[in-house]
């Protein structure tokens, strides 16, 4: 394998290829300087550009996979901070190559998908000048060396996801949503933001590769005035800010909210990138993670909390893009567990194939809200199959890909995940791998409860045409009828991401994880943290794998699962009805999500309003303003008042001060010895 040195230009090219289209739809297509495109020419410049990075990333991929290439330097410098230098440049590894690819091209399905889903949508040309620019934000944090420009794609994808949940800004729902994404997100960049601060204090550079190689800094060293491990403070804040960015307990509950936005954008930031930015970020620092135990415990107990109980809630869901939403936050549990128990490559390699099969079941979910005309209710839906024939069999392979069927991409990832976690030695893996098998049974059943309800038993549409219409209905029309097919733009991209969605395990699935692949980006201890190296030895190939499966645990609880919601939506339909009262109070827990929005609103935001407004009257009004500052205005005055009684202009006055004077003086020097 000969090394070869990337070129910066095919680089810059794919970073920025859609920076441009977002630009030119942007400020050409949307009357912000007029309106010189118009919407087909705005698709075709955003798909077009967003295309050429897809393709380059591909072939960069490629290069570094077969050929061993790589890039690692500055484009130019920005500027200095003392001695500290602030670099914009690329670092295109084997794991940031492996992004860029599965960044664009589900990118690209997005926009080719978008022409049908929002052909009818008043904003379709911010629509496509936002969804570019989110690429663009998104490649410029895989492709960092340094941890500034990180913070900035970090910080880009925040405020672009921020433009996209609040789409439909005339919507109030969609505005609480949004400010709850934003607010949420910002507490975990705050710890992000710390972690950064606390590396380059004791480190002198922004750069991963001089942080990496002076690790030896930060071992044994202590915050300033306290006895904590520098290390393994700064993990636990750099991991802080991936809880926000990756949704994890309990910054996790903006995620569910935001399918306010179209659906194009659940499937683009919400299942296959940004939420991943965090799984991302942690596998890049991987060799500090390395040296902190208790960073790492803290790391799987919050994962499997996520991928347990949040998957719970999808249970309970009728809505059909938050049955999903709550599986994404439930699967981003199963990667942070990966990353706890150092099985960074299994977390990586479930990243990949998540973002293929979970934007298959977001865009399958949009096409099925618009074959139902805008109603997202699952309750309300039914038989379908017959209706939406190629959404129907795409969507039930992105299901089985899901719930972890054996020789589809998500059983290869997931099955590594639990096998990793039960043999991983820190603290809290036996609780992460009870949690994580319990939640293959409640992966299958929310999997299959959505399935059954709306493709299989009965049609349910024709007498629900009153149904309400709930958050992708903003500017379509409300008409009943029968369901129908979306059209081929809206079903193409369904069978593209239903091909990886089968197959990309299985071709990828010994290079990624048992190869030397992912080596040069991600660094493990192996006498310390032994899973990865324990279940190396137990893989036979990935055919051997999947046949011997057929006794595993796993694999018995997703047959389960498939079995409870079959029975229960399918042959006796009263039984949920029935399970629902039976457990009343546990479903009054369950439906207001572990009471999270309660405390978000009640404690943190009205109690901290609260807080504020102490601060103001009684700190900032009262002491600041009303003792320090006016007081001392005060104080002036008052001795101005009295004194000016003694400036009289009468002479005998004065003299009688002088005399006054000299005996207070004689007295002085007399009694003082």
């Not at 659940?266 to 942690?282: D, E, K």
């Not at 298959?360 to 109603?375: D, K």
């Not at 791998?433 to 349910?460: C, N």
Request: hydrophobic share 50%; net charge neutral.
């Amino acid at each position: 394998m000969q090394n070869t040195e990337l070129s910066p230009i095919l680089l810059s090219i794919i970073a920025f290829a859609p920076l441009l289209g977002s630009i030119i739809t942007g400020f050409f297509g949307t009357g912000f300087v007029g309106n010189q495109i118009n919407r087909r020419a705005s698709h075709i410049i955003s798909i077009a550009l967003v295309a050429v990075s897809a393709v380059l990333s591909c072939y960069v991929l490629y290069l570094v996979a077969f050929q061993g290439a790589h890039y690692e330097g500055a484009l130019y410098t920005w500027t200095w901070i003392g001695k500290t230098q602030i670099e914009i440049g690329y670092l295109i590894d084997p794991i940031s190559a492996m992004m860029m690819a599965v960044v664009t091209s589900v990118s690209l399905m997005v926009h080719i998908y978008t022409i049908g889903y929002m052909a009818d949508d008043v904003g379709y040309q911010r629509f496509y000048s936002y969804i570019s620019l989110f690429t663009f934000s998104m490649l410029m944090l895989v492709m960092s060396n340094n941890m500034l420009q990180l913070f900035f794609g970090w910080e880009a994808v925040g405020l672009v996801s921020y433009l996209l949940i609040g789409f439909y800004f005339d919507r109030d729902s969609a505005v609480f949503a949004n400010m709850k994404a934003f607010l949420m997100n910002r507490f975990g960049d705050f710890g992000f933001i710390l972690g950064i601060g606390l590396l380059v204090a004791h480190i002198g550079s922004f750069n991963y590769n001089d942080v990496f190689a002076n690790i030896d800094k930060l071992q044994g060293g202590v915050i300033p005035g306290t006895n904590w491990s520098l290390i393994t403070a700064s993990c636990i804040c750099l991991f802080i800010g991936a809880m926000g960015k990756s949704a994890q307990v309990p910054l996790h509950a903006w995620l569910p909210d935001s399918m306010e936005g179209p659906t194009p954008i659940s499937a683009l930031i919400h299942a296959a990138t940004m939420v991943t930015a965090g799984i991302f970020m942690v596998s890049r620092f991987s060799p500090l993670y390395e040296l902190s135990n208790t960073a790492l415990s803290f790391i799987i107990i919050i994962g499997a909390i996520g991928a347990l109980f949040l998957g719970i809630l999808g249970i309970i869901q009728d809505d059909i893009k938050r049955v999903i939403a709550y599986s994404t936050l439930s699967q981003l549990g199963y990667m942070t567990v990966a990353l706890g128990a150092s099985a960074y490559n299994a977390a990586v390699f479930h990243l990949m194939t998540h973002a293929f099969f979970k934007a298959l079941l977001f865009l399958g979910a949009g096409s099925v809200i618009l074959g139902m005309h805008h109603n997202q209710d699952i309750r309300t839906m039914g038989g379908l199959r017959k209706y939406m024939p190629i959404t129907w069999i795409t969507f039930l392979l992105g299901t089985l890909a899901l719930v972890g069927t054996p020789f589809f991409s998500g059983f290869y990832s997931k099955e590594h995940i639990i096998e990793a976690v039960h043999a991983s030695n820190v603290f809290g893996a036996g609780f992460a791998y009870y949690a994580t098998l319990i939640g293959v049974f409640i992966t299958s059943l929310y999997s299959f409860r959505v399935y059954f309800l709306v493709f299989h038993g009965k049609e349910r549409f024709e007498a629900h045409d009153d149904h309400h219409h709930t958050h992708d209905d903003h500017s379509h029309g409300h008409h009943g009828g029968k369901p129908h097919e979306s059209p081929w733009v809206v079903t193409l991209p369904l069978v593209l991401l239903a091909i990886p969605s089968v197959i990309i395990g299985a071709l990828t699935i010994e290079p990624m994880l048992f190869g030397d692949f992912l080596s040069k980006s991600i660094t493990i201890h192996a006498d310390a943290h032994p899973a990865m190296h324990e279940i190396a030895e137990e893989y036979h190939g990935w055919v051997a794998y999947a046949i011997h499966s057929l006794t595993s645990l796993p694999l018995w609880l997703a047959i389960l699962g498939f079995v409870v919601a079959w029975y229960c939506y399918l042959i006796n339909t009263a039984l949920p009805a029935k399970i629902y009262r039976f457990f009343a109070p546990i479903n009054y827990v369950l439906e207001n999500k572990y009471f999270a929005d309660w405390f978000n609103i009640e404690v943190v935001a009205r109690g901290g309003r609260k807080l504020g407004s102490f601060l103001w009257r009684f700190i900032d009004k009262g002491l600041i303003d009303g003792v320090l500052v006016m007081g001392s205005s005060h104080v002036v005055r008052g001795i101005a008042a009295v004194s000016r009684y003694l400036q009289s202009g009468y002479i005998y006055h004065y003299a009688f001060a002088m005399i006054i004077g000299v005996i207070v003086l004689i007295s002085f020097f007399v009694l003082v010895p």
